[in-house]
């Protein structure tokens, strides 16, 4: 009924997804067009029932006009819409009339939880020109206008998706109460976006829930769903920032002392480091890994752990004559009990030997199949002659290990690319970036690149081979064509997970900065400099959405995990701390410096001992800080310190 405007990215990958680039809106036009070119919601006004299966098959020529048919016949019958805007219509006694929807009332008597079809009692009929609230849905009954319907409309979802609320029924809006459990009573907090849309994906025994039914248009959904969550999100963000500034004390204090101009002073604070997914956001996650290196020094693996479709946790999940990519629901789910179980593996059971910490990051690329990139730092560091122990690229012996070996040649073989296949993702300006085929060597040798290079034998020295079919030709692959492995990882998962060994210093940012970089983004030029610079808008607009991702977001699994946790210490020049204020308490905050980690730190020096003796980076492995009092304190878990019967240590 409604049209869907944003920039799409079709990508033939592995899993099919829907993906879209910057914002998400639905558009409406009037009633009835000004013209006889009749679309989407106009179309339920033109002429008869089969005048309109006609327009409708023009439109989209690849459509069947028998299931248009009874597509069409079956709304005519069910849906609330259909019914609301023929009878609001006729009952509009001229063209300088609209109809107006309200974004959020409820009948009396009728529970806000529940999904309601919209009754014509709810629709007002007015003149054009009247004052209408920013949320509402009004419609012409003729001009050459569209209007863009706002995401907290509760008509919003049904609008635009009739197949899946066929009734016409209500979606989310501002309004919905949260229940309690035990009672059933309303409770005064209010359904968040996010919740009311992770309640709809739920999978419920005894219920049908059409939407994980729909594959292609699920996908959208989510997406377009999921876009609405952000969008209030960053409404929130921009509303309750609008007046709020930063500055330094000093600055501040200067410019009240003086009377000076307030509304000169400070910058406005806008998508802050608290916000998903922001630069800041990101930014903040490679500087705690490079925390770790400054700390405990290089990491020892990086390990990319990929989601394998074909799990039988996600097949005996699937309904009948589904696939994994009609579900990215179930894919997400099993893959992050799956990452749950493999990072439980390698650090509590010690796999590899005692872990002093880790850290990793989701990621949806060109795959379309959620990833993890994983950073782990050894108590012990790995020796270059136990690194075959551990990792290894060359193809088992079937006659060995047959199981390792057909997980191998199904998970682990990159390509074929180059002349066998110049097409694959990899390849460009007639070379492979990921630098395959690799070199064959006897022994594994440390490199200078970061990287060493693993043993991979030739046939003749021992090396395995295996033939495989591409492009209707046999091919024979050798160990060039293997990706790091672990044997263990492998066996135990079945999924591809490539584990490489950390060698060198000259690497480790790019690897930290890497495995914090986040999903894609559009890359945008330097503007003019008198522009305002709308850090939320230009996230909007390159902002790249999948629907792989959407439902990963929309169930609020995280993105990021790492141990231990990471403290941000506040580092400034005397008086020099970062002040938030408003116009309206300008002059209260300027009255004194607010404390900081590095203020207290100085306070904690002049009272305690032991914290005397320590640098002011060490300070959070014994002290934690307490945001109300703004103070440190001894921390009262952990390890014990010899030689301080009240001291604690951790790793923080």
Same mark, same amino acid.
């Given at each position: 009924?409604?049209?869907?405007?944003?920039? %799409?990215?079709?990508?033939? *990958?592995?899993? &099919?997804?829907?993906?879209?680039?910057?914002?998400?809106?639905?558009?409406?036009?009037?009633?009835?067009?000004?013209?006889?070119?009749?679309?989407?919601?106009?179309?339920?006004?033109?002429?008869?029932?089969?005048?309109?299966?006609?327009?409708?098959?023009?439109?989209? @020529?690849?459509?069947?006009?028998?299931?248009?048919?009874?597509?069409?016949?079956?709304?005519?019958?069910?849906?609330?819409?259909?019914? #609301?805007?023929?009878?609001?219509?006729?009952?509009?006694?001229?063209?300088?009339?609209?109809?107006?929807?309200?974004?959020? /009332?409820?009948?009396?008597?009728?529970?806000?939880?529940?999904?309601?079809?919209?009754?014509?009692?709810?629709?007002?009929?007015?003149?054009?020109?009247?004052?209408?609230?920013?949320?509402?849905?009004?419609?012409?009954?003729?001009?050459? $206008?569209?209007?863009?319907?706002?995401?907290?409309?509760?008509?919003?979802?049904?609008?635009?998706?009739?197949?899946?609320?066929?009734?016409?029924?209500?979606?989310?809006?501002? *309004?919905?109460?949260?229940?309690?459990?035990?009672?059933?009573?309303?409770?005064? /907090?209010?359904?968040?976006?996010?919740?009311?849309?992770?309640?709809?994906?739920?999978?419920?025994?005894?219920?049908?829930?059409?939407?994980?039914?729909?594959? #292609?248009?699920?996908?959208?959904?989510?997406?377009?769903?999921?876009?609405?969550?952000? &969008?209030? +999100?960053?409404?929130?963000? +921009?509303?309750?920032?609008?007046?709020? @500034?930063?500055?330094?004390?000093?600055?501040?204090?200067?410019?009240?002392?003086?009377?000076? *101009?307030?509304?000169?002073?400070?910058?406005?604070?806008?998508?802050?480091?608290?916000?998903?997914?922001?630069?800041?956001?990101?930014?903040?996650?490679?500087?705690?890994?490079?925390?770790?290196?400054?700390?405990?020094?290089?990491?020892?693996?990086?390990?990319?752990?990929?989601?394998?479709?074909?799990?039988?946790?996600?097949?005996?999940?699937l309904l009948p004559r589904q696939s994994s990519s009609d579900r990215h629901d179930i894919v997400a789910r099993v893959f992050k009990q799956k990452l749950?179980?493999?990072?439980?593996?390698?650090?509590?059971? +010690?796999?590899?030997?005692?872990?002093?910490?880790?850290?990793?990051?989701?990621?949806?690329?060109?795959?379309?199949?959620?990833?993890?990139?994983?950073?782990?730092?050894?108590?012990?560091?790995?020796?270059? %002659?136990?690194?075959?122990?551990?990792? &290894?690229?060359?193809?088992?012996?079937?006659?060995?290990?047959?199981?390792?070996?057909?997980?191998?040649?199904?998970?682990?073989?990159?390509?074929?690319?180059?002349?066998?296949?110049?097409?694959?993702?990899?390849?460009?300006?007639?070379?492979?970036?990921?630098?395959?085929?690799?070199?064959?060597?006897?022994?594994?040798?440390?490199?200078?690149?970061?990287?060493?290079?693993? +043993?991979?034998?030739?046939?003749?020295?021992?090396?395995?081979?295996?033939?495989?079919?591409?492009?209707?030709?046999?091919? =024979?692959?050798?160990?060039?064509?293997?990706?790091?492995?672990?044997?263990?990882?492998?066996?135990?998962?079945?999924?591809?997970?490539?584990?490489?060994?950390?060698?060198?210093?000259?690497?480790?940012?790019?690897?930290?900065?890497?495995?914090? /970089?986040?999903?894609?983004?559009?890359?945008?030029?330097?503007?003019?400099?008198?522009?305002?610079?709308? =850090?939320?808008?230009?996230?909007?607009?390159?902002?790249?959405?999948?629907? $792989?991702?959407?439902?990963?977001?929309?169930?609020?699994?995280?993105?990021?995990?790492?141990?231990?946790?990471?403290?941000?210490?506040?580092?400034?020049? =005397?008086?020099?701390? @970062?002040?938030?204020?408003?116009?309206? *308490?300008? @002059?209260?905050?300027?009255?004194?410096?607010?404390?900081?980690?590095?203020?207290?730190?100085?306070?904690?020096?002049?009272?305690? #001992?032991?914290?005397?003796?320590?640098?002011?980076?060490?300070?959070? /492995?014994?002290?934690?800080?307490?945001? &109300?009092?703004?103070?440190?304190?001894?921390?009262?878990?952990?390890?014990?310190?010899?030689?301080?019967?009240?001291?604690?240590?951790?790793?923080?």
């Amino acid at each position: 009924m409604t049209s869907f405007g944003t920039t %799409d990215i079709v990508k033939n *990958n592995i899993m &099919s997804t829907f993906k879209v680039q910057g914002q998400i809106y639905h558009r409406a036009g009037s009633l009835l067009p000004l013209d006889s070119d009749y679309k989407f919601l106009q179309i339920y006004f033109l002429g008869t029932f089969n005048e309109q299966v006609d327009q409708r098959c023009w439109l989209s @020529r690849i459509t069947h006009r028998a299931i248009v048919s009874e597509m069409q016949d079956f709304f005519d019958q069910h849906n609330a819409l259909v019914t #609301l805007f023929r009878t609001a219509l006729e009952r509009m006694p001229a063209d300088n009339f609209a109809v107006v929807i309200r974004p959020d /009332k409820t009948p009396n008597g009728q529970h806000e939880r529940r999904y309601n079809a919209p009754t014509i009692d709810e629709v007002a009929i007015v003149i054009v020109g009247e004052q209408f609230h920013p949320r509402d849905l009004v419609l012409h009954r003729r001009n050459g $206008n569209v209007v863009r319907i706002p995401e907290t409309h509760r008509s919003y979802d049904a609008l635009q998706y009739p197949i899946i609320f066929w009734q016409g029924e209500y979606g989310y809006h501002f *309004n919905i109460k949260m229940l309690k459990p035990q009672t059933q009573e309303e409770d005064p /907090k209010k359904v968040s976006s996010m919740n009311y849309y992770a309640y709809r994906l739920m999978i419920r025994e005894g219920a049908f829930n059409r939407i994980l039914k729909c594959r #292609l248009l699920f996908h959208q959904y989510i997406v377009d769903m999921y876009a609405k969550i952000e &969008s209030e +999100r960053l409404l929130y963000v +921009r509303l309750n920032q609008k007046e709020l @500034r930063s500055e330094e004390y000093i600055h501040l204090r200067d410019i009240v002392a003086t009377d000076g *101009n307030l509304r000169t002073l400070g910058k406005m604070v806008l998508l802050p480091a608290t916000f998903t997914g922001s630069p800041r956001h990101m930014h903040e996650y490679a500087q705690n890994a490079l925390t770790y290196v400054r700390s405990y020094g290089r990491p020892d693996l990086f390990i990319t752990f990929t989601c394998n479709p074909t799990w039988d946790e996600i097949q005996e999940l699937l309904l009948p004559r589904q696939s994994s990519s009609d579900r990215h629901d179930i894919v997400a789910r099993v893959f992050k009990q799956k990452l749950k179980s493999l990072m439980n593996f390698i650090v509590n059971h +010690r796999t590899f030997g005692e872990i002093r910490c880790w850290m990793y990051s989701i990621e949806w690329q060109k795959r379309g199949l959620p990833h993890a990139h994983i950073l782990i730092w050894f108590m012990e560091k790995i020796t270059p %002659d136990t690194i075959d122990e551990i990792i &290894s690229t060359e193809i088992p012996d079937s006659n060995i290990d047959l199981e390792l070996f057909e997980i191998v040649r199904k998970n682990m073989i990159h390509g074929p690319c180059g002349i066998i296949n110049n097409s694959y993702p990899c390849m460009k300006d007639g070379k492979c970036t990921k630098r395959y085929p690799r070199d064959l060597n006897n022994n594994t040798i440390t490199g200078e690149d970061g990287y060493p290079k693993y +043993r991979r034998r030739s046939i003749h020295d021992g090396g395995e081979s295996t033939i495989i079919r591409m492009n209707n030709c046999e091919v =024979e692959i050798d160990n060039r064509w293997i990706v790091p492995y672990s044997p263990l990882l492998l066996k135990t998962f079945k999924a591809h997970i490539n584990v490489e060994y950390c060698n060198s210093v000259k690497s480790i940012k790019y690897i930290c900065k890497y495995v914090n /970089k986040g999903s894609d983004m559009a890359v945008f030029g330097i503007g003019a400099a008198t522009e305002a610079h709308d =850090e939320i808008k230009q996230y909007e607009s390159g902002r790249y959405i999948s629907s $792989n991702e959407a439902v990963w977001r929309i169930l609020a699994f995280p993105i990021h995990e790492r141990h231990p946790t990471v403290i941000h210490l506040a580092v400034h020049l =005397e008086n020099g701390q @970062r002040v938030y204020f408003t116009m309206q *308490n300008v @002059r209260e905050r300027a009255l004194a410096p607010p404390q900081t980690t590095f203020t207290a730190f100085f306070s904690s020096c002049s009272s305690d #001992l032991f914290a005397r003796s320590l640098l002011y980076s060490e300070v959070p /492995k014994y002290y934690t800080w307490n945001k &109300s009092t703004k103070k440190f304190k001894r921390r009262l878990q952990g390890k014990p310190v010899p030689g301080y019967s009240n001291l604690r240590s951790s790793d923080a």
